[in-house]
């Protein structure tokens, strides 16, 4: 028989004022400095006292036994938070600092122990920085404007298949998504809020994958000469953008330049992430379609068609000329016939240096590291050029390989 099940909306102290304990299943405290200086920024926006909105911080999934609450969900925020009130108040106390297991984590959990100690200390540091003032404020958030979904179940069983299906089998959102909920929350109007929630959803959702996971990360990656994996929510950090409200002089100056933007540099938060996003899918669009329909590139055309051997190492080699042809017409926004060339030579010649090409090829290939005929680390002599003659003269050798001989015969062509 399934017990009950209980959904409500605490704020951040009503949920710390329950009777909680940390059962002995739970893992270790993990939050390092990144994760709380990512939960301070969120919160340090929502710290105006004249702004009356109330923000969720996040999910607790609580079971309850013999009158006591254990965290099957949420620990890491929980404790977090714990942390902050020791900041404001180091008289605070709850039943967490009291329960025995929190005590043995406290004595024997080394990987605990540290983040614990790293953590408040982070946190006193940031408070001590920011003045009395800054502390009022967050324990009045804490007391009102800040809440959590606390769900509560009275079977242990219940309570784990719930962590299961949020965490596990349930399906997770993809980055993007969290961007578009983070960006929203960034936007003030109401009327710019839907408009633009109606021009993202008017789009293909694998294609706002695909722009993300194949060309604005790794792009982003390879402009700092660095390798790139797949694009999760641990990187959403680099798209949420500077704050309209932001006091820092790089910030101004990119306020002051929207709506331009460029690959691998800042935008406004808020609607200029769903600018970005319309713009970039765009130009997307406009260099694949100009490849092919612009008689200039008939030659490039005819290579990318005729040395496309079906395999998975050509699409990965086509795939990185159409990154590297958009990082440049990004920047200098033309498509002079030697630069694309030269692009297009680069981009395709690994294809001839490796029998079989992966995708780790690909990142090192991208960057410029050795093993390879070209060395030549294009997405950064782009970002440095320039002029557009910079990259329409750089050295590019023309690799053969009989085995692949409509390939060769094409690069040769070019």
């Keep these: 028989m399934a017990g009950q099940c209980n959904a409500e909306i605490l704020s951040v102290s009503e949920l710390l004022a329950l009777n909680l304990k940390l059962p002995d299943y739970q893992r270790s405290y993990k939050w390092t400095r990144h994760n709380v200086t990512e939960l301070l920024s969120d919160i340090s926006m929502c710290l105006d006292p004249n702004d009356h909105k109330k923000y969720r911080v996040g999910t607790a999934i609580l079971h309850i036994q013999d009158g006591h609450f254990n965290i099957v969900d949420g620990q890491q925020r929980i404790l977090t938070f714990i942390l902050i009130r020791l900041a404001i108040d180091p008289k605070f106390t709850c039943s967490i600092l009291e329960d025995e297991r929190y005590q043995a984590v406290l004595a024997f959990d080394k990987t605990s122990q540290f983040n614990l100690h790293e953590n408040f200390q982070l946190i006193k540091e940031c408070f001590a920085s920011s003045g ?70 008017a789009e293909e959702p694998a294609s706002i994958r695909e722009l993300f996971n194949g060309y604005l990360y790794p792009i982003h990656r390879w402009l700092q000469r660095e390798k790139c994996g797949a694009f999760t929510e641990r990187q959403i950090d680099l798209y949420k953008g500077v704050s309209s409200s932001t006091e820092y002089s790089y ?43 612009n008689p200039s590139f008939a030659k490039i055309a005819r290579a990318l068609k005729d040395g496309d051997d079906g395999s998975v190492g050509f699409s990965y080699a086509k795939q990185l000329f159409h990154s590297a042809l958009m990082c440049y ?83 040769a062509d070019l």
């Design 132 to 201: 009395e003032e800054y502390r009022h404020k967050m324990n009045e958030a804490l007391k009102s404007s800040l809440e959590v979904v606390v769900i509560t179940v009275e079977k242990e069983h219940e309570a784990f298949q719930l962590f299961d299906s949020q965490n596990t089998r349930g399906k997770r959102l993809n980055p993007h998504d969290l961007l578009k909920a983070y960006h929203l929350r960034e936007m003030k109007n109401q009327y710019e809020m839907k408009h633009a929630v109606v021009k993202w959803e």
């Design 251 to 293: 910030g101004r100056r990119v306020i002051k330049a929207m709506p331009c933007y460029q690959l691998g540099e800042p935008f406004e938060a808020g609607s200029g992430f769903f600018g970005m996003v319309e713009h970039y899918l765009k130009m997307k669009k406009d260099v694949e379609t100009e490849v092919f329909s």
């Design 329 to 411: 017409y990004d920047r200098f926004y033309n498509f002079d016939v030697r630069a694309v060339t030269k692009i297009c030579l680069w981009a395709l010649a690994i294809r001839l240096d490796m029998e079989r090409l992966g995708f780790d090829t690909i990142n090192k290939y991208a960057i410029g590291e050795s093993g390879y005929t070209n060395q030549c680390a294009m997405f950064a002599q782009i970002k440095n050029a320039r002029s557009h003659l910079d990259v329409a003269n750089i050295s590019i050798s023309r690799v053969q390989n009989e085995d692949r001989k409509p390939l060769s015969d094409a690069l």
